[in-house]
Nanobody
Framework: QVQLVESGGGLVQPGGSLRLGCAASGFTVDDYVIGWFRQAPGKEREGVSCISTFDGETYYADSVKGRFTISRDNARNTVYLEMNTLKPEDTAVYYC???????????????????WGKGTLVTVSS
C-alpha cells in the first residue's frame, strides 16, 4: 500500500524560503511520478511541480517557475520541493501525490493521481 507523508510546512515571511519533503513508501515499481499540488481557500487545486522518479523529468507551473525547485532522493524515497522568494499568494495546503508510470506534465496538469498525502500548510505572511 502506497503511503505519502509530507513535512516542512509552516509560517514564513514574504521573500523567505521553505523546503517541503514527501516521504514515499509501498511502491512495487520504480517508475512513477511524484507531484506537489496546492489548494488555497476558495481556489481550485493547482499542480505546482512534478518529477519522474525514473528519469528525473520535471514540470513546473508558470506561477512557480524560477522560484521553486523539485528534486528526488531515490535512496531515501523522498521528493523535496524547495520554495524560494515566497509570496503571500503561495499560501495554501500543499499535497504530495503519486501516479505510477506517469509523465510529469500530464500528472501535474490533469491531477488524476493514484495516491495522496494528507497535506501540509504553508502560510506566507508578515
Amino acid at each position: 500500500q502506497v503511503q505519502l507523508v509530507e513535512s516542512g510546512g509552516g509560517l514564513v515571511q514574504p521573500g523567505g524560503s521553505l523546503r517541503l519533503g514527501c516521504a514515499a513508501s509501498g511502491f512495487t515499481v520504480d517508475d512513477y511520478v511524484i507531484g506537489w499540488f496546492r489548494q488555497a481557500p476558495g481556489k481550485e487545486r493547482e499542480g505546482v511541480s512534478c518529477i519522474s522518479t525514473f528519469d528525473g523529468e520535471t514540470y513546473y507551473a508558470d506561477s512557480v517557475k524560477g522560484r521553486f525547485t523539485i528534486s528526488r532522493d531515490n535512496a531515501r524515497n523522498t521528493v523535496y520541493l524547495e520554495m524560494n522568494t515566497l509570496k503571500p499568494e503561495d499560501t495554501a495546503v500543499y499535497y504530495c501525490a503519486s501516479e505510477v508510470y506517469g509523465k510529469p506534465q500530464w500528472a501535474c496538469t490533469r491531477g488524476l493521481m493514484d495516491n495522496w498525502g494528507k497535506g501540509t500548510l504553508v502560510t506566507v505572511s508578515s
